[in-house]
């Protein structure tokens, strides 16, 4: 009972284990770090290919002018910016993000660009959002839900805010589906990424957890299961970059 | 995720072209929040084309599209002659549902244009340079234009002579026969002047 009890007041944070109640601040110490030079670490990081990923993710949103969306842990705004323009004046787009830092910068960023008018910025946690029931046509949590201590309850958070016929998508690292992609990935994610960190963004901690908390986080077919168990209907993934990173879709109904 | 990668390098692109189109905001206000969808069922890939304020999208989802077109690849030339529609459909080689209308204002929009590459040029190069490359195209245009008519006339009118002085069927059989013939004779002659020479 005692082990048991400690099991559930622990969880990861990267590769160390921590109590639940710290991991939230441990995360936002890593966003408040790296905030300012998130999207160039972003390009550098990933070559420019998350562009590419956060396209497809828009392309699987089939959102439509008019629509209402969460774009939950939205950071520097990059999905936010792509709804913005398709929802139109008809439709809202809500970024929210536990951290302030990572707000403040997105808001910025999007309001030097002109994107104003349906969009409201939200400091919130997944875990209890704070919306009314069936509230949104869709939901993007990208690059977030690895983050998150509870990923079932922020799971089933979003589940709750969803309209009946809205769709989920999860746009986060997952596992390569190929063994020497997985080697070079692996070598990259350890060797070079938290140098890189400390040369452009001089914080070589913070990106060698990301590189922990990538490999913690759980792959395709688990983070599946755990979509059905919040309730989510003909949920889905595809694989991109060979499994690098995964988008998951679910509705609810 | 490859179309996507495209579609980020050809949709700014075509935005950008469009802009040197001036009737092309015309059309694209017609067509705003309308989805066409046209989905290759060979290739199995859907491409779909949105209007969201005067710019175009393109994307892979055809969801929630007002217009789809199912057809094969080889058959995606003929959607820009709507007299051949009717006949595809007909056929079961190309299925459409929804609004037919927002599938040929979208071929309007694409395939009637008329961008004005030496005005998009000049951006880049400057107008004189944008001019003088400009005509030295037209110029090459309207001189391969004519070189093509030439080739043209000059394939025709020789089928079209040669057709006349051409034997049919009935005279090449004609010919071979009396050539046969001609070749047997001469043989039997041969023969009676070999055997007259004999006798001699």
């Known amino acids: 009972m005692t082990s048991e009890f400690k099991s559930e007041e622990k969880t990861h944070f990267g590769y160390q284990t921590v109590d639940k109640n710290d991991k939230q601040n441990l995360v936002a110490n890593v966003f408040h770090s790296v905030a300012a030079k998130y999207d160039i670490m972003n390009d550098l990081m990933s070559m420019g290919i998350h562009r590419v990923w956060k396209r497809f993710t828009i392309d699987a949103s089939a959102v439509r002018p008019g629509n209402k969306v969460l774009d939950l842990a939205g950071g520097t705004g990059d999905l936010t910016r792509k709804f913005s323009e398709i929802v139109g004046e008809n439709g809202q787009v809500v970024l929210a993000d536990i951290n302030d830092s990572m707000i403040k910068v997105g808001r910025e960023k999007l309001e030097n660009l002109g994107v104003v008018g349906n969009v409201e910025y939200i400091q919130a946690n997944a875990e209890a959002l704070p919306f009314a029931d069936n509230t949104f046509d869709i939901v993007t949590i990208a690059f977030g839900l690895r983050n998150v201590t509870d990923k079932d309850a922020a799971l089933k958070s979003i589940y709750r805010v969803l309209k009946p016929g809205g769709r989920l998508l999860v746009l986060e690292f997952s596992k390569p589906n190929q063994e020497w992609l997985s080697k070079v990935y692996d070598f990259y994610s350890f060797n070079i990424l938290p140098n890189v960190g400390q040369l452009i963004a001089n914080d070589k901690e913070s990106y060698l957890y990301l590189s922990e908390s990538i490999r913690m986080h759980p792959d395709q077919e688990t983070l599946k299961t755990m979509m059905q168990s919040a309730g989510f209907d003909q949920v889905n993934y595809s694989n991109l970059t060979g499994g690098i990173v995964a988008l998951h879709k679910g509705f609810k109904f | ?200």
């Not at chain 2, 690849?73 to 007299?83: G, Q, R, W």
């Not at chain 2, 004609?174 to 001699?200: C, G, P, W, Y």
Request: proline share 1%.
């Open chain 2, 1 to 200: 995720m490859l179309l996507n990668a495209a579609f980020m390098i050809i949709e700014p692109a075509l935005n950008e072209a469009l802009g040197y189109d001036y009737n092309a905001k015309q059309k694209l206000a017609k067509l705003e929040n309308k989805k066409f969808t046209v989905t290759l069922t060979d290739l199995k890939l859907s491409l779909s084309l949105l209007v969201i304020n005067n710019q175009i999208k393109l994307m892979t989802n055809a969801e929630g599209s007002d217009c789809t077109v199912r057809t094969k690849f080889d058959k995606l030339k003929s959607l820009s002659d709507a007299s051949v529609l009717t006949k595809l459909i007909k056929s079961d080689e190309l299925e459409l549902e929804g609004d037919l209308g927002i599938a040929q204002a979208y071929s309007n929009l694409l395939i009637e244009s008329n961008i004005d590459w030496q005005e998009w040029l000049s951006t880049y190069l400057g107008d004189a340079l944008a001019h003088r490359i400009a005509s030295v195209i037209i110029k090459l245009n309207q001189l391969l234009a004519r070189k093509l008519a030439d080739i043209d006339y000059t394939v025709a009118s020789a089928l079209t002579d040669e057709l006349k002085v051409t034997p049919d069927n009935i005279e090449i059989n004609q010919f071979i026969e009396d050539v046969d013939n001609l070749h047997a004779q001469t043989e039997r002659l041969f023969s009676m002047f070999t055997q007259f020479r004999k006798s001699v």
